[in-house]
Structures are given as C-alpha cells and as structure tokens.
C-alpha cells in the first residue's frame, strides 16, 4: 500500500461539509488556528481515525502522518497498550482528584529517565507548565524580570507572547536590540515591562544582554532546539556558555523541553546535550496523546509548592488525571525499551537522507534540517537556517505551503505550517519513509 501511494487522494466532500458545519458553532470552525483555513487554505483535512502511523479523514483518505499530533503522539495512534491501559483504567472511574498510585508510578519512571527530576509536578498542558515555571523561578530568585529568545514559543501565557510569531525582516529591529512585537491582543504592555528580549545562537549577542541584565533575571528560558521556526539547532558550545552565564548571574535556566522531552534521549534534549539546566518544563510525547505537562528539577525550588503563607500556588482540578497518568506510565514504559531511540533517530535520518536526494536530484533549492526524530523542510537559498531572523528573511514559508498541499493529495499529512516540524513516532516504518520520499519527489514536480 505505502509504494503504491501515487495517485491524488480522492474528494474531501465529506471534510468540506463538516468544515461549513464547524464554523457555525467554532471560530474558525477549528479550536486552535493552527487547524484552521489560514494554515490548510482548502479547509482543514477532517481526520476522523488514527492506527500506528496512519490517519483516515472524513472522506476515507489514508495518509502516513508525520504531524503526529504536534509531537505529542510518540508511540504513534492507538498504540495496542495505551489502548489497554485506558480501557482497563476507565472502568474504574477516570479520576478521583485524590492522591493516586497512578501519579506516584509515573512520577517514578519520569525521575528515572530524566536526570535533573529530582521531584516533578504534573499540569496539564505544556502551557499551564511554562507558566508554573516561571513562577517558582521567580518565588526562588526574589527576581521579576526573565529573559526569553526571540522566535521562541513558551505557550500561550502572557509574558511569553513577545516576538513568538515571524514577521518581515524591517519589523524585527537591531540585534542589540530587537524591536518588541507582542503576538497576541488581550495583554497590557506593562505584562512585557519584566521580559528582557534577546537573540538566539549568539553568544556575543547572548554575552552583552546579560551583562546589562544578568543580575536582574530569576531566568532564562530557552527551547533547547528551536521547534517553532521549523527545527533550528544550537550552535556548539551556545549551551554551555548559556550555563556559565546563567550560574554566574545567580540566575536560573529553563529548558523548555515541552517539544524535545522524551523525543531525542529518554532524559530529552538537556542529556543528549549534555546540559544541566535548573529547572524543566515537558509535554507533548510525555502523555503519548493525553493532554499532559510536567515541571522538573531539584526540590529545593519545587518544595515551594508545598502548602505555606508563601507558597508558589499551583492548583488545578485536573492534575495528575488518573488515567492521564496510567498512560504516562505505560508510555515511559514502552520509551524505556532497549534501541527505541536508536530507531527513532535511524528511521528519522532516514527520512531526512530521503528528502534531501529528492531535493538534490530535483534541483530544488531546499534543505533538510534537524537530526532523527525531528525536522523541517526549509525552501531556501541558504545552507542553513540559524536563527529567527534567518527564517524570518531567507525562508519561503508559502512555496512550504505549496509543496506540503501537493503531500496531502498524495496520501501525506502534514501542517502546511513551515514554523512546525515534521514527527518520527515509534510507528513509523522503511515503508513509511519510502512513501514520503515518493510523495516529495511527484510533489516537487513542477513546483514553483
Ligand atoms: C516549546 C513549547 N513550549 C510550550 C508549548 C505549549 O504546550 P501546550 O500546547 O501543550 O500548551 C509548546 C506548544 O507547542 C511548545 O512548542
């Protein structure tokens, strides 16, 4: 089935009718606009069933899916054991609100695959972590002010909506000092007063901003390979002097490895990078499909929780949903098996050798960026995409658009979205790969 892949995907009706129906009821007739018309411009594909690494959409399409639920479908869908977990957990009630043996499991395997969780907190999203975040660090630090990256994205909490989104290369202001472009309406201005704002992948630039501002900051948060501009990696060496840098300012570093976590190394970017930062935020492939986040790092910061006058609050009806927590258990499980991240690099690599022949051979001025399990397609001059301003100024994000609307007639799916990034679950195969790089190459015929 996946070699025969070639011809056009047949009507999407179905997915037409039920669009004209959503938007009735749903702004955009989606729930996050990333789903919506503005990014698939035919009107979002209506998947309707997932198995391994395949989708079905209204209409009966197949696709291999290499959006994997923005990342956070790492065992790919309906993996035979999640399923057994949760039907065996649901019919013992979903969740209590209470403490659990569920939560106490999964925080175990957690702390045994990500080395700098000392203790974890579990919310339930990647949001609602990065938010908690900052406020232990700032509780920790008696510090307001925090630094972020430009072309970072933290989540959707106020202070972290500040240069998230790409824009053209005249907005985006000097190096030294960024122009600031607040990505949402809804937020005062003064909520932006503590972010310090910076560069990423510079250490000069990375040097003078925290000589003016270092001794100020509870933070720096960082996502430790770029996921919201495609896939951009760190320079060698960027961690390590962000490290001195931040131990040297008394203050603390965030990973945000809500993307990366238990995607490149079963302790996340922070071990295969070798980095240690003070705190983490995680999501996504944690709850393998289950809306999960997590908060780790030594008890001595996250012990401010702990029930007092000057407690850093962190409530919420829903933490450590029961069986959310089975799940993120029976995943860590499976992640813990031997060469699971072996494959999901070799397959991954594989997919990436693939495309780039295509792109090669086809004469089409496109790299491939990102390692295993995770990478973008950037259309581009350039041999490399290092920064926010590079994709801001030398990415063709709508020829991306085009290219990956001609993948989903050709049984692919994808965001057309390039800030994203393309997901190597554990389901995918040769095959899977095969099918892509065959898909790649029809689609770049003609392209322009
Ligand atoms: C690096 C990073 N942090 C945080 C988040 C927020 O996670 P969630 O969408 O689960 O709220 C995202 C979401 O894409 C992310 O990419």
Redesign the pocket.
């Given at each position: 089935m996946h070699t025969t892949r070639s011809s056009h995907t047949r009507s999407r009706t179905r997915s037409q009718q039920w669009f004209e129906r959503a938007q009735q009821s749903l702004v955009e007739g989606v729930n996050s606009p990333s789903r919506g018309a503005t990014v698939y411009t035919a009107g979002p594909i209506v998947l309707e069933r997932g198995q391994g690494s395949h989708v079905w959409d209204a209409d009966g399409n197949e696709y291999v899916d290499f959006m994997m639920s923005?990342g956070a479908l790492i065992q790919g869908h309906a993996h035979p054991t999640l399923v057994k977990t949760v039907s065996e957990a649901i019919a013992e009630g979903s969740h209590f609100a209470a403490a659990t043996s569920a939560e106490v499991e999964a925080a175990e395997r957690f702390r045994r695959m990500v080395p700098s969780a000392e203790v974890v907190r579990f919310t339930n999203?990647?949001?609602?972590a990065?938010m908690l975040v900052l406020r232990l660090a700032r509780a920790h630090t008696r510090r307001r002010k925090f630094l972020k990256f430009e072309g970072?994205?933290?989540?959707?909490y106020d202070p972290y909506l500040l240069n998230a989104h790409c824009h053209t290369p005249d907005q985006l202001g000097p190096v030294e000092n960024p122009a600031r472009i607040p990505d949402s309406d809804g937020i005062p201005p003064s909520t932006f007063d503590d972010v310090v704002l910076a560069p990423w992948n510079d250490v000069a630039a990375l040097e003078r901003v925290m000589r003016q501002h270092g001794h100020e900051l509870a933070a720096v948060i960082t996502?430790p390979i770029m996921?919201?501009m495609g896939c951009i990696l760190p320079r060698a060496g960027y961690f390590e002097r962000l490290r001195e840098l931040t131990r040297d300012s008394g203050c603390l570093l965030i990973f945000?490895e809500?993307?990366t976590g238990f995607r490149y190394a079963p302790g996340g970017c922070q071990q295969y990078y070798g980095v240690q930062p003070d705190l983490s935020?995680f999501?996504?492939a944690l709850g393998a499909g289950f809306?999960v986040?997590a908060v780790a790092g030594p008890r001595s910061i996250l012990e401010r929780m702990r029930w007092s006058e000057n407690m850093v609050l962190h409530y919420g009806t829903f933490n450590g949903h029961r069986l959310t927590m089975k799940v993120v258990a029976a995943n860590l499980d499976l992640l813990s098996a031997e060469n699971v991240y072996g494959k999901l690099h070799a397959v991954g690599n594989a997919a990436i050798a693939g495309l780039r022949e295509v792109f090669r051979r086809r004469q089409v001025k496109a790299i491939v960026q990102g390692f295993g399990p995770m990478f973008q397609i950037y259309f581009t001059e350039r041999d490399a995409i290092r920064d926010y301003r590079d994709y801001c100024q030398y990415v063709d994000t709508k020829l991306y658009s085009g290219f990956v609307h001609r993948l989903l007639d050709r049984g692919i799916y994808m965001t057309p979205s390039n800030g994203l990034h393309w997901i190597i679950s554990t389901a995918h195969s040769d095959a899977d790969v095969q099918a892509l790089v065959e898909a790649a190459d029809q689609a770049c015929a003609g392209l322009s």
């Open positions: 923005f999203t990647g949001s609602e990065t970072h994205y933290h989540g959707w996502e996921a919201n945000d809500v993307v935020t999501g996504k809306p986040g």
